[in-house]
């Protein structure tokens, strides 16, 4: 077995070490550069350039935009003969259909516009943060009523360490954040949870009905981990594979959608097999040092 000889739980500070690097970059790419967030997030306007009469590069179509929203736009390719132009908030309609019949006129094609305001944005924002965090207490409440609280602790842990690795790349990439990355993240949630269960409920079927022994503990955390490790890396493997392939030959929003997923797929099976069983070893360990043992007895705390 390849992993026969690795310690799991016992090198968890490498593990940790390792995690720590990555995410203290990506916090540092979120704090100082910030997060590109898109209308749907921050208000603003899109123009759906179709039906070019003439293949233009994305400079001429800044170029066909007005002076004044020329410079704070962002041009994207959709294709052959379609792009997508994104403006900040504009002050009114009139300024918005000057912005569509400036691009309709330079470049000979058919425009869209989609305007979101900015308090709309921010309500769309804040629904995209609750629906997250109702994610995750809902897996609390799950895992603890399925397991016991202490899974329910490293299972969080572990998530959280996905959601902030697969956000922080987005900084570190400038990659939009728009409600498909919100789709995405939900999605990594549940793939690593699935991931985890299966070391959890692996854990939870080789471990003894009574008593505690933190030497014990680890030891089948770690025979567990090696039993199903293969099948998760398997598994893993196989789902990046037509993930890769969309991020590399799909349009800008499924490109996006598939950046996500790599990311936080490989942040999931990471944190499954190196960080979810350690926490939770090392959570119990932490009950069990802080719960009285009856005095004249060498009994072993339950947790």
């Known amino acids: 077995m390849a992993f026969k000889n690795v310690d799991f739980v016992g090198k968890w500070r490498i593990w940790f070490a390792v995690s720590g690097v990555f995410l203290l970059i990506c916090l540092g790419f979120i704090v100082f550069r910030g997060m590109n967030f898109g209308i749907d997030f921050q208000g603003g306007s899109k123009f759906t350039v179709s039906g070019l009469q003439q293949p233009a590069t994305t400079a001429e179509v800044r170029d066909a935009l007005p002076e004044d929203v020329r410079d704070a736009s962002f041009v994207q390719s959709l294709g052959q003969d379609g792009y997508e132009v994104r403006t900040p908030v504009l002050e009114s309609q009139a300024q918005s259909t000057e912005v569509q019949q400036a691009l309709q006129d330079g470049l000979g094609a058919e425009v869209s516009v989609t305007n979101i305001s900015p308090t709309f944005g921010g309500q769309i924002r804040t629904q ?3 629906a997250v965090l109702a994610a995750l207490a809902i897996i609390v409440l799950f895992v603890s009523v399925r397991f016991q609280f202490s899974f329910a602790v490293a299972a969080i842990v572990a998530l959280f360490h996905d959601i902030l690795l697969t956000i922080g790349f987005y900084a570190l990439v400038g990659r939009e954040v728009n409600l498909v990355t919100v789709v995405a993240v939900l999605t990594v949630l549940g793939y690593s949870l699935y991931d985890t269960i299966i070391i959890f409920d692996r854990i939870r079927e080789n ?3 009574a008593g505690y022994n933190r030497r014990r503990y680890n030891e089948l955390a770690n025979d567990s981990i090696r039993q199903v490790i293969m099948r998760s890396i398997y598994t893993s493997v196989c789902t990046l594979i037509p993930v890769t392939a969309l991020l590399l030959f799909g349009e800008s929003t499924l490109s996006d959608f598939a950046f996500a997923l ?18 939770l070893c090392l959570y119990k360990a932490w009950r ?9 007895k060498s009994a072993e705390a339950k947790v």
Do not use: H
């Open 262 to 279: 790599l990311v936080g797929i490989a942040a999931g099976t990471y944190s499954s097999i190196f960080l979810a069983a350690p926490v």
């Open 128 to 130: 995209a943060v609750q």
């Open 288 to 296: 069990a040092n802080r719960t009285p043992k009856p005095s004249g």
């Open 207 to 209: 471990a003894p009905e």
